[in-house]
């Protein structure tokens, strides 16, 4: 996936090697994304870099269902505004 490199800092802060886990969408590094377990579910924290499409924010149900399947737990995702 390709990246900007205006964004490099929000992928790799502190320029210390730790990637954090990346929305990609179209060959394109297009945000970030934070995880939150609970007893009987998981939680997606997605932030984009600039405001999404709902098009494109839809196009992640098909990946948010298979990672719920891999999980074997419910995964729902929330969007931050931008």
Same mark, same amino acid.
């Given at each position: 996936?390709? @990246?900007?490199? @205006?964004?490099?800092?929000? *992928?790799?802060? #502190?320029?210390? #090697?730790?990637? @954090?886990?990346? @929305?990609?969408?179209?060959?394109?590094?297009?945000?970030? +994304? %934070?995880?939150?377990?609970?007893?009987?579910?998981?939680?997606?924290?997605? *932030?984009?870099?600039? %405001?999404?499409?709902?098009?494109?924010?839809?196009?992640?149900? *098909?990946?948010?269902?298979?990672?719920?399947?891999?999980? #074997?737990?419910?995964?729902?995702?929330? +969007?931050?505004?931008?």
């Amino acid at each position: 996936a390709a @990246l900007a490199s @205006l964004h490099a800092h929000r *992928i790799v802060p #502190g320029a210390n #090697g730790m990637f @954090l886990s990346t @929305l990609v969408l179209d060959g394109q590094v297009r945000g970030t +994304w %934070r995880r939150t377990v609970r007893a009987k579910a998981v939680m997606l924290d997605a *932030i984009p870099f600039t %405001r999404m499409k709902s098009a494109d924010k839809k196009a992640f149900a *098909i990946p948010v269902e298979r990672y719920a399947e891999y999980l #074997g737990t419910p995964v729902t995702m929330a +969007w931050a505004d931008r």
